[in-house]
């Protein structure tokens, strides 16, 4: 038998993130964040709607981890809205690695989202989604380079306010 290349099975591989995110507690308790126990297996299913609706496989664990241990010091995250925004951030992530063409590695965008979330959005999901990295996003597709420039503190909007009713 050629068992070179086996897939862990779903529950099985759900067990050994359970246990991942577990242990990220231990990291994130010293800013406040705790995942509960209802609370991690929301993030793990929330997690295979987002690549099922994304049209992704992910092996082993995912990037969960990893954006818990970017984000833990953002002052924008607390106890309160704290797994809601991980599963924001997590749906966020899957959409933005397939609108990048998988040019940028998780980590890359994991740390453009952490510093567009504190820098530029202040906390705002939304703002996040619909703005930076859409933006950020078009500029690899189009392959502009603005965003290697840019690093996410200025506004490719015109600022209306500037322009004197004449200059329209």
């Given at each position: 038998m050629n068992d070179q290349f086996?897939?862990?099975p779903i529950s099985l591989q759900n067990r050994q993130t359970a246990l991942a995110l577990q242990q990220c507690n231990d990291v994130t308790a010293k800013f406040g964040l705790q995942l509960t126990?209802?609370?991690?297996?929301?993030?793990?299913?929330h997690r295979k709607e987002a690549l099922e609706?994304?049209?992704?496989?992910?092996?082993?664990?995912?990037?969960i981890q990893k954006m818990i241990m970017e984000f833990a010091d953002s002052a924008y995250l607390?106890?309160?809205n704290y797994a809601e925004t991980l599963i924001e951030l997590q749906e966020c992530f899957y959409y933005f690695k397939n609108?990048?063409?998988?040019i940028l590695s998780d980590d890359e965008l994991?740390?453009?989202?952490?510093?567009?979330f504190d820098d530029v959005c202040h906390g705002s999901i939304e703002y996040l989604q619909t703005t930076m990295l859409e933006n950020y996003c078009r500029d690899i597709r189009y392959d502009?380079?603005?965003y290697e420039e840019m690093n996410g503190y200025e506004d490719n909007y015109i600022d209306f306010m500037d322009y004197e009713r004449e200059d329209w």
């Open positions: 086996m897939l862990l126990e209802p609370e991690i297996g929301q993030l793990i299913e609706k994304n049209g992704r496989i992910e092996f082993g664990g995912g990037v607390y106890q309160e609108e990048s063409m998988e994991i740390k453009r989202m952490k510093m567009y502009t380079k603005e």
